[in-house]
């Protein structure tokens, strides 16, 4: 249970007070769930004289907080934010006291996915999304827990809200990425299996696959996934170019596009295509002689 104090001397963690982002809420949700039962103070000052027992984070510029000029930054570049130093320093013990399995990679795969992401915007480094709609990213989704204009939240009670929430996202988020890991090593293990400049790659359950095609030099050819669906039968998805560009390597046919059932066989000329997408990134498929079938129809 994580909780706010109004007393410096109940507390066992101390952040900043004021305006609250996503670095110190995910820290503090982090907090909560490596050590149990945490009191949080906030404040701008903190005692010279503070015990060491007290974890002091993204304020009084010392080992977890990021405003000195000399930082740490990761190999890429990215400076860490207390939210990072804090997975950085407990992030693999946390994970193998949960009973992760392959914790180091998991820890890994935490930090690109969720925690870098978390630091670089608390650090003022900002995606360039060029599109026509407002794109609410997780800090602006934490930005709206503050209290609000004319309302009569209080900045604990609110942080406090802010900070379930970001539990609840890092808990599924560690299961999902543990997934990920798992799915991983499986994917290797089948591009090993497979031929040089296979276009297509067909997998024993789903998933998930595509970052790791897409880093693979091996999986530079394959063009289409192919997995059994929840829905029933299989389905076939294209490969995008890259994590950065969701453009497909390749399409599926243009007049297949928003066809289904008997219209789309007749068209396609494939018995047992079902439905194909109308961005043509994915069909469904009655069972693996179909996949087959558009295979052959489409890889010529």
């Not at 930054?73 to 399995?101: H, M, Q």
Request: glycine share 6%.
């Amino acid at each position: 249970m994580l909780k706010v104090v109004n007393n410096i001397e109940e507390a066992n963690c101390i952040t900043h007070s004021g305006t609250f982002h996503a670095d110190d809420v995910f820290a503090s949700a982090f907090l909560e769930m490596y050590l149990g039962d945490i009191k949080v103070f906030r404040t701008n000052s903190v005692p010279s004289d503070i015990s060491s027992n007290v974890l002091v984070y993204d304020v009084g510029r010392g080992k977890f907080d990021h405003h000195q000029t000399d930082a740490l930054r990761r190999d890429n570049n990215i400076p860490y934010c207390a939210f990072g130093l804090l997975w950085r320093e407990f992030g693999v013990d946390f994970l193998r006291k949960r009973g992760i399995l392959l914790p180091e990679r998991v820890f890994e795969m935490m930090d690109k996915d969720l925690v870098e992401g978390i630091d670089a915007d608390d650090n003022g480094i900002f995606p360039q999304i060029i599109v026509n709609y407002k794109v609410k990213m997780v800090p602006g989704i934490i930005k709206s827990f503050n209290p609000s204009f004319q309302t009569n939240q209080t900045e604990s009670e609110q942080f406090e809200k802010a900070c379930a929430l970001a539990k609840m996202i890092l808990e599924e988020e560690i299961y999902y990425i543990q997934g990920k890991a798992l799915a991983e090593e499986q994917i290797l293990d089948l591009l090993d299996d497979i031929d040089e400049g296979s276009k297509y790659l067909i997998l024993p359950v789903f998933l998930p696959y595509e970052e790791t095609i897409l880093a693979e030099e091996k999986a530079n050819s394959i063009l289409f996934v192919a997995y059994p669906s929840n829905r029933g039968g299989y389905a076939i998805k294209t490969v995008p170019k890259s994590l950065e560009d969701k453009s497909n390597r390749m399409d599926f046919p243009e007049e297949w596009a928003g066809l289904e059932g008997e219209e789309l066989q007749r068209v396609s000329g494939i018995d047992g295509l079902t439905f194909c997408h109308n961005t043509r990134f994915l069909v469904s498929c009655r069972d693996l002689d179909t996949v087959y079938a558009v295979f052959s129809k489409i890889l010529v």
